[in-house]
């Protein structure tokens, strides 16, 4: 029996190829992230920094350093901020780090992080000096979000993401049909039933490429 008309080698290379494609988009969405919060952040445009690194840290994905590398830079954008006496921005910077590790906290981080809790620590500190305000919201943290809400809008293609998700369906029907139908009891490939259903996987796995890619 061929290795490749084994029905475990199809399924462990779905896998692999699913890995590659969201471990790619997490790499080059958090990398592109976090050199725009750099860019910013050269320029003095420190809310639009945040923002950016916020949505960095939010790219996990195993071996992607950049989330980490964010969050680093918004602990250090959070400590200059407030030195500067910027108390309101410094606070927007650790208030995102801690929602950002929350948010990305995997199933076996358990509740909390060291990071988070000390984001956490920095947040009680500030809040504690700040003095009161009769300012109903923080304008700086209000620019930041509508920046996102504009960002939001303009970034997300519904058509796109439409593709990604009937590629997706389609990709995993194929697979599931050529699977079933395409191989004999003793696991032996049928081409001329598994054909039909294969090349809709292909397709379907295409779609849901580049749905990943422009979405």
């Given amino acids: 029996m061929r290795r490749f008309d084994r029905p475990w080698v199809w399924a462990l290379g779905t896998v692999v190829v699913l890995g590659l494609v969201l471990g790619g988009r997490s790499w080059n ?9 750099q860019a910013a952040e050269a ?3 420190d ?18 350093a950049y989330p980490d590398r964010a ?12 030195a500067n006496g910027d108390v309101h921005s410094a606070l927007l910077a650790w208030r995102s780090v801690a929602g950002s ?6 199933f076996w981080a358990g509740s909390s992080s060291e990071r988070r809790d000390r984001a956490l620590a920095q947040i009680e500190r500030l809040v504690a000096q700040r003095p009161a305000s009769p300012a109903a ?5 209000d620019a930041v979000r509508t920046t996102d809400r504009a960002r939001s809008r303009a970034s997300v293609s519904l058509a796109w993401a439409w593709v990604l998700l009937l590629g997706f369906a389609v990709w995993l029907a194929g697979l599931w ?11 032996r490939l049928r081409w001329t039933e598994a054909r039909t259903p ?3 996987a292909v397709l379907g796995l295409a779609a849901f490429v580049l749905g990943m890619l422009f979405a």
């Fill in 137 to 141: 919201s923080d304008p700086g943290q």
């Fill in 198 to 200: 294969f090349t809709g």
């Fill in 71 to 82: 969050a680093t830079a918004l602990e250090s954008v959070a400590l200059r901020l407030e």
């Fill in 101 to 106: 590790e929350a948010a990305t906290r995997s």
């Fill in 177 to 187: 049909l050529t699977v079933t139908r395409g191989f004999d009891p003793s696991g």
């Fill in 29 to 37: 969405t958090a990398r592109h992230e976090w050199a725009s919060g």
């Fill in 47 to 64: 809310a639009a920094a945040i923002g950016h690194y916020r949505r960095a840290m939010r790219w996990t994905f195993p071996l992607n």
């Fill in 43 to 45: 320029d003095g445009r």
